[in-house]
């Protein structure tokens, strides 16, 4: 502690006491009319305040102050009002919290945020039980638990054939949206154009903007919301740095053919334009192949693959996360993670790890589960009378709801969770322009099977045409 030169020692060693000791003190001092002052070792504000605190102390044990004037309280000036970074103006509260609160208010059956009511495998929390109980409970190597780096590139190279350096080219994150944020911190500067397709998960839209980048468009349209080729050769331009894809695709759950990426990725080589690959959900590709960008020649290394734990295994709250990339991005991206967040979670890296080492037979397993689950919901909505769209990944389906008469998807929405008692979420959030998607709203069938046939049910009884 530094010791101010200008005080004795007795006024040292009072500083030291704690602070209840100190004001018994002081309030004696001034009681007994001790000529201590307080200018030794306070601000004049901070004397000014004690003093008060001192007088009305006296008055209350019965000392006269009739001769004394009245303090007076000083004016404070008003505080000024808040204001939100520019940068963020424009982002209100999520989409999702919105309709969170309102399914809390009107009881509906959450089908909206893309979260599990089903807990993950039993094998995966008894690692992170034993990892706490081991003492793994400290901070981690910013860049991930050597046995996590390990299980990621294993894991990594037997679905796309590919040797990675654990050491050099991972960095664990706090959840994918984590290394979006680092991915894009780290390798965008101010001005750079990076290529989203919209709807896009809007965690892309606000840290391209904090970034400061400049966000180009290519809208991906129903029924099949393939890419429109010629749209996104016009959009790559001199300044055109990256290109943000997302697939299997939230929210339409559209899986990007070969013939797509091969197309994206002749036009980034040709461009000198780079890759950013979100794969939360290659595990859950259902009637097509999980291609991963870095996999197609000379791909590797001008892409950065972005990956998570919790929608394969159904632990969204752990937050675990990664980012396989090659040593000259890895840099950037741990540039901007290690003051992100430093570092993540250390027992539950060491769970992850046991979990990317689990069977094939979990992953068959986990399809044919969401197969199901799937197709209770869709045949429901169909049944109900919705426009249903093809969803071969992800865990959500996207549907037309204008057969239903309500002006936009918000409007539609709140209906549904007002007098229908069921949640979704409009898609209008997640484009630049709204416009583009106020006809569609998402569902998400992540839940148990009780779950999605009681949805279903309320909309047969309740959802009518307006």
């Known amino acids: ?41 306070a601000s004049h504000s901070t004397k000014t305040t004690l003093m008060a605190s001192i007088s009305t102390a006296s008055t209350e044990k019965g000392a006269s102050s009739t001769d004394q004037e009245p303090q007076k309280q000083q004016q404070q000036p008003p505080a000024r009002p808040l204001q939100v970074a520019k940068r963020l103006e424009k982002f209100k509260t999520t ?55 390990s299980a990621i590139v294993a894991r990594f190279g037997k679905d796309t054939g590919l040797e990675v350096d654990p050491e050099k080219e991972v960095t664990v994150t706090s959840g994918c949206t984590e290394a979006i944020a680092a991915t894009i911190l780290g390798l965008i500067n101010p001005g750079d154009e ?68 091969e197309l994206i990725a002749a036009l980034c080589i040709e461009n000198d334009v780079l890759v950013f690959t979100d794969e939360v959900y290659d595990k859950l590709a259902f009637e097509a192949e999980h291609i991963s960008m870095a996999s197609l020649p000379g791909m590797y290394e001008r892409t950065v693959t972005m990956n998570s734990l919790g929608k394969t295994f159904s632990l969204t709250g752990w937050k675990i996360g990664w980012a396989i990339a090659p040593e000259h991005l890895t840099w950037g991206v741990r540039q901007a993670h290690s003051f992100l967040t430093f570092a993540t979670s250390t027992p539950m890296q060491w769970a992850a ?42 865990y959500f389906v996207v549907v037309d709801h204008t057969p239903f008469g309500l002006e936009n998807d918000v409007a539609f ?40 046939k009681a949805a279903v049910q309320r909309m047969k009884q309740r959802l009518r045409k307006i």
Do not use: W
């Open 1 to 41: 502690m530094f010791l101010s030169p200008s005080l004795s020692s007795s006024d040292h060693v009072m500083l030291l006491r704690p602070f209840s000791t100190f004001r018994r003190a002081l309030l004696s001092s001034s009681l007994s009319n001790t000529p201590r002052t307080l200018g030794s070792f």
């Open 413 to 452: 929405c709140e209906y549904l969770i007002k007098e229908v008692g069921v949640v979704a979420i409009p898609t209008s959030v997640f484009y630049l322009n709204p416009e583009e998607g106020k006809n569609l709203v998402r569902f998400t069938f992540c839940k148990d099977e009780d779950t999605l």
């Open 194 to 261: 990076v290529i989203l397709f919209a709807p896009f998960y809007d965690s892309y839209e606000a840290t391209l903007s904090m970034a400061g980048a400049k966000i180009k468009c290519i809208t991906l349209r129903p029924p099949d919301f393939s890419v429109p080729v010629d749209e996104l050769k016009s959009a790559i331009s001199k300044n055109t740095r990256a290109v943000l894809i997302n697939t299997p695709h939230n929210p339409t759950g559209k899986m990007f053919t070969r013939e797509e990426l």
């Open 95 to 149: 989409i999702f919290t919105q309709m969170s609160m309102l399914a809390i208010k009107h009881g509906a059956v959450n089908l909206g945020q893309g979260f599990p009511n089903f807990d993950g495998p039993n094998f995966v929390k008894e690692a992170a039980i034993q990892a706490i109980r081991e003492g793994k409970n400290q901070y981690a190597r910013g860049y991930g638990v050597p046995d996590f780096n």
């Open 353 to 394: 790890a046991a979990a990317l080492r689990a069977p094939d037979s979990y992953y068959v397993e986990l399809k044919r589960d969401y197969m199901a689950k799937k197709a209770i919901l869709v045949e429901g909505l169909k049944a109900v009378g919705f426009v249903v769209y093809p969803s071969s990944g992800t």
